[in-house]
C-alpha cells in the first residue's frame, strides 16, 4: 500500500522513515527540495559543472543527498529552495532567507497536494509548517495522514526561549522581530495541520507532552526516539580519565540551548584546574556573556569538522547539554555512540533515553545549582564515569536507526491501523 512522503526536510530522521517504508514496500514516493538529486539530463549537467567550477560545493551539496530510498522514488524541488541557499550561504541577508524559506515551503505544499490528488496514495508523511493543503487534499480523498511535529508546540518555545528575550533585548534583531511577527500566523498553520492529521509523529515524550497540554488528543501522539550513529569499538573506549577532566559541549552556543545557564554553573563549581569546559560550535551568545563570565578553564573552539568532533568525544569526560527545549538533541545520541555519558535538560527529547546515574543524569532547564551539583559529582568520580562510559556505548548499541525505524511502522500502525501500510 503506497506512502507519499512530501517535506522540505531531508535530515537522517526523515531519510529513515522513508527507508522504513521502503524496507516494508510501501513507499510510493519521496518528494522534498533541494536535496541533491536530478532527474533530466540537463540538470544533471549543471550539476556536474558546478561540481568542476566549485570544488567545494561538491561536499556541501553531498549533505543533502538522500541514500536510504533508490533515487528512482525521489523527486527535488530546486525553485525556491536554491535561491534560499544562496542567499543563506552568502549571508546577505537574515530576512530575505527566512521569506524564500516560506515561498519554498508554501510553494512545495501546493505542489505535493497536486501530485496526491493524481496518485492518490493510502497515506502521507508530511512535517509541521509545510503539509496544510496536502492535508487538506487527502481528507477530501479519504487519504490517512501523519505529521510529524520536529519540535516542541509553540507555547512551550515561547515560554522557555521567548522568556529570556526581557533579560537579552540585543537577541531581539530586526530579524527576531520579523520571526515574531510572524509567529502567530505560521504557528496557526502548525496548529491547523495537528488537528486536521489523524497521526502526530514525535521523537520525545517532551515534544508530545507539549502537544497534548496545547489540546491535541494523546490518542494521535506517537513516541520514537531518533537513532543512534553506528557506535565506535569497545576497545577505543579510553581506560583513564584525562587530566585535566574535559567537559564537552557541541551545538550552537546559544540562549536557546541553555548555554549562559552552563556559564553560570561553571563558574559557581569555582576556579577548578584540573578540570576544563570545551565548547565545540557557533557561537551564538551575546558578546557581553562571554566577556563577562568569570568562569576558568573554559576553551572556545567554534565550529570543527566531524573529525576533530569525534576525537573531542573520545577525550571528554562528559556531554553537558542544558538546552531550554529541543525537540531531540541528536548531539546526545552521537555522545552514546562515543561512548560519552551526557548531563542533560529536561527539556531535550533524547533524555527519554538517558538512565539516572549509569549513562547520564537528566537536570531541570535553568536549574544552575544542579547543573553545577553534577558536575562538581563528575569531578569527583572519574572511576565512575569510566564505566558509565560503558553503559553509554551499550545504549548505542541497544537503539540504532533499526529499532527506530520499526518503532515508526509499529507506532504508526498503532494509531492508523494496519492498512494503512
Same mark, same amino acid.
Given at each position: 500500500?503506497? !506512502? ?96 524564500? %524559506? ?44 501523519? !505529521?510529524?511535529?520536529?519540535? /516542541? ?22 530579524? !527576531? ?6 509567529? /502567530? ?20 515524550? #517532551? ?17 520514537? /526516539? ?20 574535559? #567537559?564537552?559541549?557541541?551545538?550552537? #552556543? ?8 552552563? @556559564? ?24 557581553? @556573556? ?33 538546552? @531550554? ?39 531541570? /532547564? ?32 541497544? %537503539? ?15 494509531? @492508523? ?5
Amino acid at each position: 500500500m503506497p !506512502v507519499l512522503i512530501g517535506t522540505v526536510a531531508h535530515n537522517q530522521h526523515i531519510q529513515n522513515i522513508a527507508r522504513a517504508l521502503f524496507d516494508s514496500n510501501a513507499l510510493a514516493g519521496y518528494r522534498s527540495a533541494g536535496i541533491d538529486h536530478y532527474q533530466q539530463r540537463w540538470s544533471r549537467a549543471i550539476r556536474g559543472l558546478a561540481g568542476r567550477v566549485y570544488p567545494g560545493l561538491n561536499g556541501r551539496l553531498a549533505r543533502r543527498r538522500v541514500n536510504t530510498v533508490p533515487q528512482s522514488l525521489l523527486h527535488s524541488d530546486w525553485r525556491w529552495e536554491g535561491p534560499r541557499t544562496a542567499v543563506h550561504g552568502i549571508g546577505i541577508s537574515e530576512s530575505l532567507a527566512d521569506w524564500l %524559506w516560506e515561498r519554498s515551503e508554501y510553494s512545495f505544499d501546493h505542489s505535493c497536494a497536486r501530485f496526491l490528488r493524481h496518485t492518490r496514495p493510502t497515506a502521507f508523511f508530511g512535517v509541521e509548517h509545510g503539509c496544510l493543503e496536502t492535508i487538506r487534499a487527502a481528507k477530501d480523498l479519504g487519504v490517512k495522514t501523519i !505529521v510529524g511535529f520536529l519540535s /516542541p508546540h509553540h507555547k512551550v518555545i515561547e515560554e522557555t526561549v521567548f522568556a529570556e528575550y526581557d533579560s537579552f533585548p540585543e537577541l531581539v534583531t530586526p530579524y !527576531v522581530r520579523r520571526l515574531l511577527k510572524l509567529a /502567530p500566523e505560521r504557528d496557526l498553520r502548525k496548529d491547523s495541520e495537528a488537528e486536521l492529521a489523524d497521526c502526530i509523529h514525535t521523537a520525545s515524550r #517532551f515534544t508530545a507532552g507539549s502537544l497534548v497540554r496545547a489540546g491535541f488528543p494523546a490518542s494521535k501522539m506517537t513516541i520514537v /526516539p531518533l537513532g543512534c550513529p553506528p557506535p565506535i569499538a569497545d576497545e577505543m573506549l579510553p581506560a583513564s580519565t584525562t587530566h585535566p577532566m574535559r #567537559f564537552l559541549y557541541a551545538g550552537p #552556543f546559544s540562549v536557546r540551548k541553555g548555554a549562559h545557564y552552563l @556559564l553560570k554553573a561553571w563558574e559557581s563549581v569555582g576556579a577548578v584546574k584540573d578540570a576544563e569546559l570545551h565548547i565545540y560550535g557557533q557561537q551564538c551568545l551575546p558578546e557581553r @556573556l562571554l566577556k563577562g563570565t568569570k568562569a576558568e578553564n573554559v576553551v572556545v573552539h567554534g565550529p570543527v569538522s566531524k573529525e576533530e568532533l569525534a576525537s573531542a568525544y573520545r577525550e571528554s569526560a562528559v556531554l553537558v547539554f542544558p538546552t @531550554l527545549c529541543d525537540g531531540f538533541g541528536m548531539v546526545a545520541m552521537e555522545a552514546f555512540a562515543h561512548g560519552l555519558p551526557v548531563v542533560i535538560s529536561s527539556n531535550a527529547g533524547a533524555a527519554d533515553l538517558v538512565e539516572e546515574g549509569k549513562n547520564g543524569f537528566v537536570i531541570s /532547564p535553568r536549574d544552575v545549582d544542579g547543573l553545577a551539583a553534577r558536575i562538581e559529582w563528575c569531578m569527583g568520580h572519574p572511576v565512575e564515569l569510566l564505566e558509565m562510559r560503558r553503559y553509554a556505548l551499550a545504549t548505542a548499541k541497544r %537503539w540504532t536507526w533499526s529499532e527506530f525505524r520499526a518503532g515508526f511502522l509499529a507506532q504508526s500502525s498503532r494509531v @492508523l491501523g494496519n492498512a494503512w501500510i
